[in-house]
């Protein structure tokens, strides 16, 4: 768990930071969206003290980040940029083998370590691990930064603006990539983003930031639902609320027993995906199919329409 | 470019300038000079009436190697035109003067003439031109300038020329060379080893300190508008009354003249290379890596050590580069306070009015220093592991 009690950033006269507290649970993604100069990097850099905070203090499972020296509090914290900064003189495999060694693991260890997370990431270790960063593709060293950050199996991850220079399409692969990971290390995360679709999508909750204040923090739904500022609603955009709310719940955790006629969809698309395609198709329900390929039940357009009203 | 434009003959530009240079040499200027003595002015020989079948067979290499520096366009072939036409130059030349010295005779000098060099430089030009077009890889730069260098001492140790006039010099001045070119070598990475261990941490500290740098480089920038005499001269007052207040100091070596201001003049002009291409090359260090190393907990020292300066290291080399070239050149000029090297005799031959002993000093010079620059040309590429 990490508490932050009464964050303040001043550089002088300018207030960046402005007594922001949050409770992050344990295992699980925290988004921070705001516009820049919002002071969301910020406060990131103060979890892991690449920034010292003026006032205010932060507990990771209940220990002050301030007891130990910053840089061997920083080589428990998993971190990961904006144009990644893979070090560029270093093959992949010594810039995954970083923090590790900092850490003064065997090289054997070092080396398997190596060889686990480039496979994680389907990357083949013997063609890779000898590359240098400039030999590889943005995905591939978007990739290879996020492997870097995780190699030293940290519990908590920082990442500012991790999938920023990536295009559409390998964002959204990289951006189910991490939330797989996230399920299988049970890492917690937070994530500082502006694109406020990416915070929806990946945060079990959001935070709002804007002018360094903390406007709201709450589940994305709740978000929607309750706005706490004239900002959030801003931000979140009043024309498609329904829409946004029904891509937030996928199919799988709203289905009632039973097979029907109708198109047969995944368990994890959302009922937003369900949506368009019972508009498409005609259809007044869609089957839903399990992970192992069994029908395990059903969404009938009318229960959609029901659950996207409560945003009204 | 379309097929029929390829096929056309492409004259070359630089091979036509080279061309013209070197036949206005041969025809304006002499190839050889014939002295009495080492010091009386020397009357011009001509080449044919000396060996006509040698000057012939010079005269034909060089229209061939005029006809492909003009119309061959592989660098191949224009680098071993180039080689083929210098060593005609050269055994033509020894050839000569073995023929216009007596047997015995130990006064007569026998020297190449203005044409000569002026011929060896533009087939020189040729030369490097071609191996650039080549594009070597760093280390087969050093193996070449290895293997050309060696070529050249066995060629000078065979004794074929030592009958030219510089080889006289080099034979009666033989211990002296040896002596002075160590002096030469050790001023000159003397006072580079010392300004890069002084201007390696300022310039990281001008790097971290935005202020600190534009005071620092004002004052190193106005270090180098010094003339290097006036240098010496204003380092001669304050030495020597060093010298005399501490004897200690003046037993290390510390006086007004001699080796100590040469090697202070050196570090200072120096500083300026090191220290600015240092600032620069950690400027270009990409912020994302640094913060990157520092989020992930690196200390402040292991991110100078493991990222910064590594990566930097190309740009530092190149500033090395430039001191260790200017060094090897001014070290020349610290002959004249006493300093000693190769400058001894470029001044001592100047006031004999010895033109070949002036070449004994001044033709190694600026071989070591070109030697010195390929070297650590080779070496920066070789650092320089990403493409910027």
Known sequence: ?312 | MTREATRVQRIDHLGVLLSLVGALALTLLPLIVFKANRIVPGEPRALLSLLPIAAFVLYFTLAATTAVAVLIQGPRVRLLAALVGMAALVITVAMAADILTPAGNRVVRVAPGAGFWIVLVALGLLATDALTRLRPGPVLRVATLAGFLAVTLAALGSGFFDDLSIMREYAVNATRFAHEAQRHLLLALGSLGAAVIVALPLGVLCHRQPRLRNALLGVLNMVQTIPSIALFGILMAPLAALAIAFPALAALGVSGIGAAPAVIALFLYSLLPIVGNTTVGLGRVSPAAVDAARGMGLTNGQVLRQIELPLALPTILTGIRIVLVQNIGMVTIAALIGGGGLGAFVFQGIGQTAIDLVLLGAIPTVVLAFSASVVLDALTDLTRRVPR
């Open chain 1, 1 to 312: 768990m990490i508490q932050i009690e009464n964050l303040c950033k001043r550089y002088g006269e300018n207030t960046v930071v402005d007594d922001v507290s949050m409770v992050i649970e344990p295992r699980t993604i925290t988004t921070i969206v705001g516009t820049s100069g919002s002071g969301k990097s910020t406060l990131l850099r103060m979890i892991n003290r690449l920034v010292e905070p003026t006032s205010g203090r932060v507990l990771i499972d209940g220990n002050d980040t301030t007891a130990e020296p910053a840089h061997l509090l920083r080589r428990r914290i998993g971190y990961a940029i904006q144009g990644l900064g893979l070090f560029p003189h270093r093959t992949v495999a010594d810039n995954i083998a970083t923090v590790p060694r900092l850490l003064g693991w065997d090289e054997d260890r070092v080396r398997e370590r190596i060889t686990e997370l480039l496979e994680l990431f389907q990357l083949d270790p013997a063609a890779y691990g000898t590359k240098f960063p400039h030999e590889l593709s943005g995905g591939q060293q978007q990739r290879v930064g996020v492997a870097r950050a995780l190699a030293a199996k940290p519990n908590v991850l920082l990442m500012d603006e991790p999938f920023g220079a990536l295009d559409p399409i390998i964002r959204s692969k990289a951006q189910d990539d991490l939330l797989g990971i996230q399920r299988r290390f049970g890492t917690t995360i937070i994530l500082v983003t502006h694109d406020i679709d990416e915070a929806f999508r990946l945060g079990d909750r959001v935070g709002v930031m804007s002018r360094g204040r903390l406007l709201q923090h709450d589940r994305p739904a709740a978000l929607i639902t309750h706005p706490a500022d004239p900002f959030v609603s801003q931000l979140i955009g009043s024309g498609d609320k329904s829409l946004k709310l029904l891509s937030l719940t996928k199919a799988g955790e709203v289905a009632a027993p039973g097979k029907v006629d109708g198109p047969a969809l995944p368990w994890s698309v959302t009922l937003r995906e369900v949506l368009a395609e019972l508009v498409w198709s005609g259809a007044a329900a869609a089957t839903v199919i399990g992970p192992d390929g069994d029908a395990i039940g059903h969404v009938t357009l009318t229960g959609i329409l029901a659950r996207g009203r409560q945003a009204a």
